[in-house]
């Protein structure tokens, strides 16, 4: 999933500065008062939680933001 995250954001042209942005969870962000969903990536919601292998429950949701947030290309964020 991190890889699709930075494939589209490499691909678009315009940019715009992180600063301004806030992830709201694994391919939703603000920007303003915009609010956008990435095409083509369907992560978990911000409080889903998932099973591990072993059963043990974790927020795979926070995760999914984590992994957005943390994402190299999240500082020079773009978007079409």
Known sequence: MRILIVAFL???PSVLYAQSWQ????DTVRHGERVIR?????????NQR???N????YKCGQD?????YDSPTF??????
């Open 10 to 12: 490499l691909l678009v």
């Open 23 to 26: 992830v709201i969870d694994g």
């Open 38 to 46: 990435f095409w083509g990536i369907d992560s978990p919601e911000i």
């Open 50 to 52: 998932c099973l591990k």
């Open 54 to 57: 072993d059963g043990a429950e």
């Open 64 to 68: 999914a933001k984590t992994a957005l």
């Open 75 to 80: 500082t020079n964020l773009v978007m079409v």
